[in-house]
């Protein structure tokens, strides 16, 4: 079958080694992915427990469709307590890596403990070890890739691992897979670090069994079909995620120079297409895609130049160190973007840590000298570059930053509404003015302010799922914002349960749990596919209330509430009239957080035991 039921469970204090075996109907409530991890670490996760103590777990699950010919689903999900934020931490992504697991026989891997020294854990199929590491530790992700690779003797294994940056606790670390993809946000490379655990190898050489053919190869012709019929998967493919860059310029989903600009006459320059007239060499695929919205450029000489061909910066990277500092110097952005990538830093908490400190030296809270001797002027990458090391290392300035905006702001004694975060993270680059329901999916997100959570800006821009109630909505309106964010965040949490990426945009959801049927065996249709992601949802919060989750921290700060010129013409979120609908929506208690006794067991989610 396409899930192979097994988990592999390590504890790097004592070396040892299973394999738990996972009831079937565990995926028939929370399909695999990012579902299945919140179930298991649903009941270990406790507000006593720190991030990066040897005792807390860490978990890295492939989807339920991971590893198939499904088109788009090649991801995987690292969960853990967030060093970032102390409530759930998720990040997810491409590439290859999540596939060659399930090759390997494994829907994931359950890891406790720590290691007394540097570690690996490699998986050739059953073949599994924790080996030394030593030689590995200080090194960049792509050497380490390199290096694994190698020694495995085999350009088909595939590595995730940390940088310099997980290495020391960065709280806002990335894993890097294949040559650039990145789990980047949340922190789960300093999670990584904490337990000495620098990669992961994994090769797998078996071939996953489809457990209705037709269904299943029904089902993936028909998304593929819509997938090359699709405007944005083709704008996508012409021209990366930096494709959407000019189109967000001009409506003011891209605000400029730490959120307080709404135009900038330099965002052409760092738009999809002057990369694609300039930099860019060739596009990037995840396994089973046929879009491609990666990039690989080249700068060729001058003092940005790239050790030859590299991953570019995506959409997030160019606002977060192009748009955010007021820098149109592309070559400049994707030496920013190579730096992040090698040392293991999500590119949207790092560049944004950097544009606070531009920002407050800018308002006179950060003198040159405090900055190390950098002068931080707006539009000049160069003090950004070194800071980009400087945080990896927590060296200079990069002490503080590197504990992401809300610590620092708090050393730097900065006010709170100065700082661009909710919920502890750093939010990324699509304006809760510009699509006011955005505000909606920050406040509520079970990770922190993410825009991947419910991807509220692009089905407001016209990527329903009508047959699931989710409609488009006036991106200025706010009436049907809390029903639309809700239903959308539960959808997202399939997609990040069966691995698919989120830039797919299905005719009904009834396709999805056609692919989910046809791989797995297990029945599921839109209505029940969606509950499980109703209960995915509604386990995020258990979670999080259990980790000392407060709804008095749903609210957005000071400076994403001053109206801006440009596209969002003004217009800011009433973010409290939403957040009230939306409680009432998901039948949660809008005081506590807490979800209604009925909702509780209509999900099944009383008494939930340990699974592994
Ligand atoms: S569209 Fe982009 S992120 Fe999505 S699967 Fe393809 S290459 Fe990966």
């Given at each position: 079958?396409?899930?192979?039921?097994?988990?592999?469970?390590?504890?790097?204090?004592?070396?040892?080694?299973?394999?738990?075996?996972?009831?079937?109907?565990?995926?028939?409530?929370?399909?695999g992915?990012?579902?299945?991890?919140?179930?298991?670490?649903?009941p270990?996760?406790?507000?006593?427990?720190?991030?990066?103590?040897?005792?807390?777990?860490?978990?890295?699950?492939?989807?339920?469709?991971?590893?198939?010919?499904a088109?788009?689903?090649?991801?995987?999900v690292?969960?853990?307590?967030?060093?970032?934020t102390?409530?759930?931490?998720?990040?997810?992504?491409?590439?290859?890596?999540?596939?060659?697991?399930?090759?390997a026989?494994?829907?994931?891997?359950?890891?406790?403990?720590?290691?007394?020294?540097?570690?690996y854990?490699?998986?050739?199929?059953?073949?599994?070890?924790?080996?030394?590491?030593?030689?590995?530790?200080?090194?960049?992700?792509?050497?380490?890739?390199?290096?694994?690779?190698?020694?495995?003797?085999?350009?088909?294994?595939?590595?995730?691992?940390?940088?310099?940056?997980?290495?020391?606790?960065?709280?806002?670390?990335?894993?890097?897979?294949?040559?650039?993809?990145?789990?980047?946000?949340?922190?789960?490379?300093?999670?990584?670090?904490?337990?000495?655990?620098?990669?992961?190898?994994v090769?797998?050489?078996?071939?996953?069994?489809?457990a209705?053919?037709?269904?299943?190869?029904?089902?993936?012709?028909?998304?593929?079909?819509?997938?090359?019929?699709?405007?944005?998967?083709?704008?996508?493919?012409?021209?990366?995620?930096?494709?959407?860059?000019?189109?967000?310029?001009?409506?003011?989903?891209?605000?400029?120079?730490?959120?307080?600009?709404?135009?900038?006459?330099?965002s052409?320059?760092?738009?999809?297409?002057?990369?694609?007239?300039?930099?860019?060499?060739?596009?990037?695929?995840?396994?089973?895609?046929?879009?491609?919205?990666?990039?690989?450029?080249?700068?060729e000489?001058?003092?940005y130049?790239?050790?030859?061909?590299?991953?570019?910066?995506?959409?997030?990277?160019?606002?977060?160190?192009?748009?955010?500092?007021?820098?149109?110097?592309?070559?400049?952005?994707?030496?920013?973007n190579?730096?992040?990538?090698?040392?293991?830093?999500?590119?949207?908490?790092?560049?944004?840590?950097?544009?606070?400190?531009?920002?407050?030296?800018?308002?006179?809270?950060?003198?040159?000298?405090?900055?190390?001797?950098?002068?931080?002027?707006?539009?000049?990458?160069?003090?950004?570059?070194?800071?980009?090391?400087?945080?990896?290392?927590?060296?200079?300035?990069?002490?503080?930053?590197?504990?992401?905006?809300?610590?620092?702001?708090?050393?730097?004694?900065?006010?709170?509404?100065?700082?661009?975060?909710?919920?502890?993270?750093?939010?990324?680059?699509?304006?809760?003015?510009?699509?006011?329901?955005?505000?909606?999916?920050?406040?509520?997100?079970?990770?922190?302010?993410?825009?991947?959570?419910?991807?509220?800006?692009?089905?407001?821009?016209?990527?329903?799922?009508?047959?699931?109630?989710?409609?488009?909505?006036?991106?200025?309106e706010?009436?049907?914002?809390?029903?639309?964010?809700a239903?959308?965040?539960?959808?997202?949490?399939?997609?990040?349960?069966?691995?698919?990426?989120?830039?797919?945009?299905?005719?009904?959801?009834?396709?999805?749990?056609?692919?989910?049927?046809?791989?797995?065996?297990?029945?599921?249709?839109?209505?029940?596919i969606?509950?499980?992601?109703?209960?995915?949802m509604?386990?995020?919060?258990?979670?999080?209330?259990?980790?000392?989750?407060?709804?008095?921290?749903?609210?957005?700060?000071g400076?994403?509430?001053?109206?801006?010129?440009?596209g969002?013409?003004?217009?800011?979120?009433?973010?409290?009239?939403?957040?009230?609908?939306?409680?009432?929506?998901?039948?949660?208690?809008?005081?506590?957080?807490?979800?209604?006794?009925?909702?509780?067991?209509?999900?099944?989610?009383?008494?939930?035991?340990?699974?592994?």
């Open positions: 079958m396409a899930i192979t039921g097994k988990i592999l469970k390590v504890d790097l204090t004592t070396r040892s080694l299973d394999i738990v075996h996972l009831d079937k109907n565990l995926y028939k409530q929370y399909i992915g990012a579902g299945l991890a919140t179930r298991i670490l649903y270990l996760l406790e507000a006593s427990m720190e991030p990066l103590s040897p005792g807390a777990p860490l978990v890295f699950m492939a989807g339920a469709l991971a590893g198939t010919n088109p788009n689903c090649g991801r995987h690292i969960c853990a307590r967030s060093p970032l102390g409530i759930w931490g998720e990040s997810n992504s491409g590439g290859f890596w999540g596939a060659e697991l399930k090759r026989g494994l829907d994931g891997i359950f890891l406790t403990g720590k290691s007394e020294t540097p570690c854990l490699s998986i050739l199929d059953e073949d599994v070890e924790i080996r030394d590491a030593g030689e590995l530790w200080g090194k960049t992700t792509s050497k380490t890739e390199q290096v694994l690779k190698a020694q495995a003797g085999d350009d088909k294994t595939r590595v995730a691992s940390i940088g310099p940056a997980g290495e020391h606790l960065v709280s806002y670390a990335a894993v890097i897979n294949d040559e650039g993809r990145a789990a980047g946000r949340t922190g789960m490379g300093a999670v990584m670090g904490s337990k000495n655990l620098k990669a992961v190898a090769r797998g050489t078996k071939k996953l069994q489809i209705d053919r037709g269904k299943f190869d029904t089902a993936r012709k028909q998304l593929l079909e819509e997938i090359g019929r699709n405007f944005t998967n083709n704008m996508f493919k012409e021209l990366g995620t930096a494709g959407y860059l000019d189109m967000a310029a001009i409506t003011g989903d891209l605000s400029f120079k730490y959120f307080t600009q709404g135009t900038w006459d330099g052409y320059d760092i738009s999809g297409s002057s990369m694609s007239e300039t930099i860019l060499k060739k596009n990037k695929y995840c396994r089973q895609c046929t879009i491609g919205c990666g990039r690989i450029v080249e700068v000489g001058g003092k130049e790239t050790p030859g061909q590299v991953d570019g910066p995506e959409y997030e990277t160019l606002g977060s160190f192009g748009a955010s500092i007021l820098c149109n110097n592309l070559e400049g952005i994707a030496k920013a190579y730096l992040c990538n090698e040392l293991g830093l999500d590119t949207i908490s790092c560049g944004i840590a950097i544009a606070f400190a531009y920002y407050l030296q800018d308002k006179g809270m950060l003198s040159k000298k405090d900055a190390g001797g950098l002068e931080l002027k707006w539009g000049d990458i160069d003090p950004a570059l070194v800071l980009i090391k400087q945080i990896a290392y927590r060296e200079g300035l990069g002490r503080i930053l590197a504990n992401g905006i809300v610590a620092a702001g708090k050393e730097l004694g900065v006010p709170k509404d100065e700082i661009a975060a909710v919920n502890g993270m750093a939010v990324p680059f699509h304006e809760p003015r510009a699509y006011l329901g955005s505000a909606l999916e920050y406040a509520t997100s079970h990770r922190g302010a993410c825009h991947q959570t419910a991807q509220y800006y692009l089905t407001s821009m016209g990527a329903p799922f009508d047959d699931v109630g989710i409609h488009c909505i006036d991106r200025f706010e009436e049907g914002v809390a029903a639309c964010v239903r959308l965040q539960d959808l997202r949490a399939v997609f990040q349960s069966l691995s698919m990426c989120n830039f797919i945009v299905p005719s009904t959801i009834d396709l999805v749990a056609d692919l989910f049927e046809g791989a797995t065996g297990i029945q599921m249709d839109a209505k029940s969606m509950k499980c992601g109703t209960r995915i509604t386990l995020h919060r258990l979670v999080n209330l259990n980790l000392g989750y407060e709804t008095a921290e749903e609210k957005l700060p400076i994403l509430l001053e109206p801006l010129d440009g969002t013409e003004g217009h800011v979120p009433n973010l409290e009239r939403q957040l009230e609908d939306y409680y009432t929506f998901r039948d949660w208690d809008r005081r506590t957080g807490i979800p209604s006794r009925e909702k509780i067991k209509d999900l099944d989610l009383e008494a939930l035991g340990s699974v592994v």
